[in-house]
């Protein structure tokens, strides 16, 4: 099972500021296999990032998703009010898929 | 539009049965992956189950391996997750999703697992 790491646990961020979140696999993975999602309190999780860099219909480019291997990092340009949420990395390389722990994203 | 629409929820004691149903709408059903993900209170999201577009094959996670089964019936365009032997840390809010990666999630049902 390849497990993903994700740091930091809370990210505490002025709006307008950039976020940068990382995600760390247990075992090289291909990028194409990467994906990051977000969770609003009381909403379903949302599809932000495919193959570690593509974004999703819908998402605006100041999401932006980059690495390779082990390393992947989720870079929010300029945070907006909408973007306080939880982040999620996952894997999609096989079974069994996993998750990350989390980022939560709050304001400071 | 393209829906999913979870039902079958609810509270049962450990040891027991349910079976939790996935209406989708909007998109061709027969040509897509399916998934199961939860999440469980105060915890992250974790992939459940899957299955491939025509039903040939399935997919679980270790944590509910023999106990769940997911199913599809693509005349119906409704999706299934049967869960036996259910244990308190069944304890979740499932979610529905569409293909991977999970472009298409639905709102989410509970499921809580109790005496």
């Known amino acids: 099972e390849i497990v993903l790491t994700q740091s930091p646990g809370t990210l505490s961020v002025s709006p307008g500021e950039r976020a940068t979140l990382s995600c760390r696999a247990s075992q090289s993975l291909s990028s194409t296999s990467l994906a990051w999602y977000h969770q609003k309190p009381g909403q379903a999780p949302r599809l932000l990032i495919y193959?570690?860099?593509s974004r999703a219909t819908g998402i605006p480019d100041r999401f932006s998703g980059s690495g390779s291997g082990t390393d992947f990092t989720l870079t929010i340009s300029r945070l907006e009010p909408e973007d306080f949420a939880v982040y999620y990395c996952q894997h999609y390389a096989g079974s069994p898929l996993t998750f990350g722990g989390g980022t939560k994203v709050e304001i400071k | 539009q393209v829906q999913l629409v979870e039902s079958g929820g609810g509270v049962v004691q450990p040891g027991r049965s349910l079976r939790l149903s996935c209406a989708a709408s909007?998109?061709?059903?027969?040509?897509?992956?399916m998934h199961w993900v939860r999440r469980a209170p105060g915890k992250g999201l974790e992939w459940v189950a899957l299955i491939l577009y025509d039903g040939s094959n399935e997919y679980y996670a270790d944590s509910v391996k023999g106990r769940f089964t997911i199913s599809r019936d693509n005349s119906k365009n409704t999706l299934y997750l049967q869960m036996n032997s259910l244990r308190t840390e069944d304890t979740a809010l499932y979610y529905c999703?569409?293909?991977?990666?999970?472009?298409?999630w639905g709102q989410g049902i509970t499921v809580t697992v109790s005496s």
């Open positions: 909007g998109f061709p059903f027969t040509s897509y992956t």
């Open positions: 193959g570690a860099s």
């Open positions: 999703v569409r293909h991977t990666p999970m472009d298409v």
